[in-house]
């Protein structure tokens, strides 16, 4: 099953922060954050648990089994 998210959404629903900022509140690259948009790379549990705690939300908010 494929994993989507909606990390732009949540990005520009929290101030409209950047990739860069997102990353550095969370401890990784930016590279790492675009990929994660894409879909191109799935996070580690760590960093969508710190992304879901970044925005506020549960980490189902953020992250969804495709079809879900």
Known sequence: ????????????????????????????????IIAIEKGTYKPSLEVALKMAAHFGVKVEDVFQLDGK
């Open 1 to 32: 099953m494929a994993i989507t998210n909606k990390v732009k959404l949540h990005r520009v629903m929290c101030g409209d922060i950047t990739q860069a900022e997102l990353a550095e509140a969370i401890g990784v690259s930016r590279q790492t």
